[in-house]
């Protein structure tokens, strides 16, 4: 659980604060949340980025896999708070084809919900 | 012809007294790659790089680590120089690993791979696009990857 600040529901909408380096560990632990949540019936996820400034594609990787995983019940997830080189690299591996970047988390949770 | 080539040779000193080198040596423990980009930042700042070229050749020098480590299939140290000069940060990931074939290696795209099991294999398209120039160098003693920033661009 380092590799995650908090996790908590707002209208329906799971919001998930990661921390530290997001590596393999920070992505198994987003996608171990998701999975638990989308077992009991959730399919709006929200990751909120603001602590992890560093990323490595191994990490955002396994967000591809909640991706697809919320593609075949058509959730969503989204983000906010992306540091620049965040956001940059999530353009580049196409994340953001399918997650939209929210400029606050009110504006994130009044769309998603 | 004497003239020219002592001309040279002295432009080339000149030119070297211009550089800077820094060297580390890596060993494969998880995370480590973060120490090569804290000394990354240092560099950069001494190069009065924006924040922008640090953090991106931060991202590339992080996934060369890690494909330093991880590809060559090689549990042994690896090795960065960072080589400054007047225009142009250069930085060098050398493994001693068995090597790759880069022409092997498929460009990765989001939407094969959400229907593909394997999610991973975008490193070397990042470094791609967020240096300004990127040379391989493989054989089955090693890898070299050499990545370029410039100052200006």
């Not at chain 1, 490595?56 to 959730?75: H, K, P, R, T």
């Not at chain 1, 580049?92 to 084809?97: E, H, V, W």
């Not at chain 2, 560099?43 to 680590?65: G, P, R, T």
């Not at chain 2, 225009?87 to 229907?115: A, H, Q, R, W, Y």
Request: glycine share 4%.
């Amino acid at each position: 659980m380092s590799s995650l600040k908090n996790v908590e529901e707002k209208h329906d909408v799971i919001v998930v604060r990661t921390t530290g380096y997001f590596n393999n560990e920070a992505g198994d632990a987003v996608l171990g949340v998701c999975n638990e949540k989308m077992e009991n019936g959730k399919s709006k996820f929200l990751i909120d980025m603001e602590d992890s400034t560093v990323v490595n594609s191994i990490g955002v990787s396994v967000l591809i896999e909640i991706i697809e995983q919320l593609q075949e019940i058509d959730g969503a997830m989204a983000f906010i708070n992306l540091a620049p080189i965040v956001e940059k690299t999530f353009n580049i591996m196409g994340i953001t084809k399918y997650c939209t970047v929210y400029a606050s988390e009110d504006e994130a949770i009044e769309k998603l919900s | 012809m004497k003239s020219n080539l002592k001309n040279l040779i002295n432009k080339l000193v000149i030119d070297m007294s211009k550089r800077s080198i820094v060297e580390l040596k890596l060993p494969a423990i998880p995370d480590i790659e973060l120490a090569a980009t804290k000394t990354s930042e240092i560099v950069a700042k001494h190069m009065k790089l924006s924040e922008e070229k640090s953090a991106e050749i931060n991202m590339a020098l992080i996934e060369a680590c890690i494909n330093a480590f991880e590809h060559s299939k090689s549990k042994k140290d690896i090795y960065i120089k960072f080589i400054v000069d007047e225009e142009s940060l250069t930085i060098k990931v050398i493994d001693k690993g068995v090597g790759f074939d880069k022409s092997k290696v498929k460009i990765p795209n989001i939407e094969k791979k959400l229907k593909n099991k394997r999610k991973r294999g975008w490193g070397l398209k990042l470094i791609n696009e967020l240096m300004d120039s990127v040379e391989w160098e493989s054989s089955e003693k090693g890898t070299t990857v050499t990545m370029k920033k410039m100052k200006k661009l």
